[in-house]
């Protein structure tokens, strides 16, 4: 009895042994030197700082740190360093023509998807919450280290009633009523469409099932679905109100696309907490949102062009939700709305995608350099928070402090003081690290 007794401690002593071992021969340690650092929050710069990160995370920082034996050593030259970019209103899956969507198969989305989110690291996002599409499997594999791509936050398909935001049937398709299929979109799990409390229940308790981090809803037209004007208010309160229930049993929320000024405030009473795009809501529901706290998640670039394959129809509807931006800015200045963050809702053009950095510069007409930093790094990652137990990244984001994960970035320029240095990512931001690990580096 004794014998084995022993037999088991030295196992179990071996195993401990081992596990140190492999635990010792992957640890990484990075000493950044000599970083001026935007902490994501503060629009003072503060100089001369050195970053010393252990594995994925940012274990000290201060006036000169000693280098522990072994450190990768990078010489930041005084260079500005911000954190990564997190971006969250992005759909990874649907970079591709509208017809194209419709008609491709999964596994030609997938490798289509690889290219996106490389890009969007690239440009320096090394976070981004995917707002409608079946990023589950896209997120495994960049978080195995197989695929080179920001954190996804997946939603999963957004969830829309029959002819709301989700449903991309053709008008001409037979209803379900007598058998009528789905659209590729929502058959491959990119959308969703529900009626009724118990489908929108099953609904949101698949997405979470898969892995979502939030529930996404449609509350009213969109411009890229057939058959529902930018006016129009989808789901009924206790469908919203469900999801919200479901979702919050699950210790995450529910954020909703909607432009019109009804949806959003059926939004609010039903216990919705963030709310996309937004642009034809009034100053009242604006304060409304302000003062229970609600965020909003709005967009220029995309509706500076027209996504490609779209109708004549959808076009005008791109317009006109292009035109409410101004108003809802202007207002969120005038009232001290900040539950803001950054986002591009690109969809259907990778070209974009590459050019994605051009959204800091639009916000520029309303917002300094310093607030729309914020809104790219700090804020994002407060809304990120509120995944709760199904954040897939539990730790801080958006921000440079103790304790943080490692996603860094240093630019060539201020930002803080030419916000549009960042338009040009290949020459402007010198390095780029996501969770401890170097994914780009001009500076030596
Ligand atoms: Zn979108």
């Known amino acids: 009895m004794k014998t084995i007794k022993n037999l088991i401690t030295s196992i179990c002593v071996l195993l401990l042994l081992c596990s140190n071992t492999y635990a010792q021969e992957t640890e990484t340690v990075t000493l950044i030197t000599n970083a001026s650092i935007f902490d994501g929050i503060s629009e003072d710069l503060v100089t001369g700082q050195d970053i010393l990160i252990k594995n994925n995370i940012i274990e000290q920082i201060g006036e000169k740190i000693k280098a522990p034996k072994g450190a990768k050593l990078i010489d930041a030259a005084g260079r500005v360093m911000t954190p990564g970019f997190i971006a969250m209103h992005e759909h990874l899956m649907l970079q591709m023509s509208a017809p194209e969507l419709l008609t491709s198969d999964t596994r030609y989305y997938a490798y289509r998807a690889t290219e996106t989110v490389h890009t969007y690291l690239m440009n320096g996002y090394t976070t981004t919450r995917d707002v409608s599409g079946n990023t589950f499997g896209l997120k495994k594999a960049i978080d195995q280290g197989h ?39 929502t058959r491959y799990g990119d959308m969703a469409v529900v009626d009724g409390v118990p489908e929108m229940l099953k609904a949101v308790r698949e997405n979470l099932r898969q892995g979502a981090s939030q529930i996404k809803l449609a509350l009213g037209g969109g411009t890229g679905s057939y058959s529902d004007p930018l006016e129009v208010v989808e789901f009924l309160p206790e469908e919203v109100k469900a999801a919200v229930q479901a979702a919050e049993d699950f210790g995450t929320y529910v954020t909703v696309h909607c432009y019109n000024n009804q949806g959003v405030k059926r939004a609010i009473d039903n216990g919705v907490r963030c709310v996309e795009h937004g642009q034809l809501m009034n100053e009242e529901t604006l304060q409304l949102m302000k003062d229970k706290d609600i965020w909003l998640s709005p967009q220029v670039i995309v509706f500076t062009f027209i996504p490609k394959g779209y109708t004549e129809d959808q076009a005008n509807k791109h317009r006109q939700a292009y035109a409410g931006i101004d108003n809802m800015f202007t207002i969120a200045k005038k009232i001290g709305f900040d539950n803001i963050v950054f986002g591009s809702d690109i969809i259907t053009d990778p070209s974009m995608i590459v050019r994605m950095n051009e959204e800091f510069k639009h916000r520029s007409k309303w917002f300094s350099p310093v607030e729309i930093l914020r809104q790219a790094t700090s804020k994002g990652g407060e809304l990120l928070a509120m995944s709760g137990p199904k954040n897939p990244y539990p730790k801080k984001l958006g921000v440079i402090e103790v304790g943080a994960y490692a996603d860094l970035l240093l630019i060539n320029g201020n930002p803080l003081e030419d916000i549009t240095i960042l338009t040009n990512a290949t020459d402007n931001i010198a390095l780029i690290m996501k969770d401890g690990k170097v994914y780009k580096n001009i500076i030596n």
Do not use: A, N
């Open 147 to 185: 695929i080179l791509g920001p954190r996804i936050y997946p939603s999963g398909p957004m969830i829309s009633q029959s002819g709301g935001h989700s449903d991309h049937r053709m008008p001409s398709m037979s209803s379900q009523l007598v058998g009528g299929i789905w659209d590729p979109l």
